[in-house]
């Protein structure tokens, strides 16, 4: 536990972030630590940098929505200090607290206050020693220095701990979490560390984090990136909705990438519905689709959708068109649906759906077949004019 946060053993996978302020800055703290919540973190760090952090966390602690991590570097006497201001659990990065009596006297401290440790190893501060063995930091270094502390721990019979072997790069993040995986048994926390800034920091993220999650492996997650702290929050939500390992909180938008059968601008349109119904946190999945020709078809899947055609709006819940409207209505028409769905249901809106709705869309569809034939990219007139081109 992490507070009241159950980790590891069957538990739902966690999001974690770090704050960006100075914890000293008890109300900027706190501030960031709501938007975070309200974004969707389960645990927050905050750094216990130095005395006037530690103090910071003691007023901090009681007022935070969500546990409270302590990231500790160096100094094992901060480390002491956070457990007296009441913080929920310590993050301890071994490649720089080394001496043992000091890891083993916060370890006996923690054990006596029954609060967990998380062992964080980082390819950037990894023990001098250990990178020397393994010629650098390799997964197995990174696993190595994980085991080292977790010996230390054991000494004291202190084992209520999560670990993380972090790295900037993908593919030595992916195998160390794999080999420790297969070594220990203990929950893990993903991240890939210094991933940068989006939309980079949010692919390498992804691709390690979601790649191991996919395997069963993984209990916490934290995306480490160069922007304001919520971006790292949403990530870490939206990616553990997509895998099925969390409950839909908010809005699911799925749109079509759009193509040459579009009958409106699908980006723009996307992104007013996105700006519409975001704050709303209406759990469902809503779909913007460019034509009626392939989008209710497409997005039958979705709880509800619009799809355009011939300078109308088709709105559809679950692939049923039930409402025609004018193009200029669809967006506020869409709100209006989906605050239906929520407060009806799925079932009682596809039964009240307009007369003639469903016939309408289905002449627009015959209708655009019609004119865009199977062509709908116009390839052969492009390959004319290319020819012509050429000749
Ligand atoms: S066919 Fe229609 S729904 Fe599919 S991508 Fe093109 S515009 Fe979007």
Known sequence: MVGSVPVGGGAPVSVQSMTTTKTADVEGTLQQIYALAAAGVDIVRCTCNDEAAAEGLARIVPRSPVPIVADIHFQYKLALAAMEAGVHALRLNPGNIRKPEHIKLVASEARDRGLPIRIGVN???????????????????????????????????????????????????????????????????????????????????????????????????????????VEEARAGRTLLEALGLRERRGLDLIACPSCGRAEVDVIAVANEVMSALESRNIPLQVAVMGCVVNGPGEAREADLGIASGRGKGHLFVKGHVVRVVPEAEMVGALIETAERVMAEGIDAVIASAEAGAAEEAAATRVELLRTQGEDANHSEERIARIRELAD
């Open 123 to 229: 390819a950037g501060s990894l023990d001098p020693d250990i990178a020397e063995q393994f010629g650098g930091a390799t997964p197995e270094a990174l696993v190595a220095s994980a085991q080292r502390e977790l010996a230390y721990f054991g000494e004291v019979g202190f084992e209520d701990c999560k670990i993380s072997v972090k790295s900037s790069t993908v593919p030595v993040m992916i195998d160390a979490y794999r080999l420790l995986s297969e070594t220990v048994d203990f929950p893990l926390h993903l991240g890939v560390t210094e991933a940068g800034p989006p939309p980079a920091g949010l692919v390498k993220s992804t691709a390690g984090i979601g790649t191991l999650l996919a395997e069963g492996i993984g209990d916490t997650i934290r995306y480490s990136l160069t922007a304001d702290p």
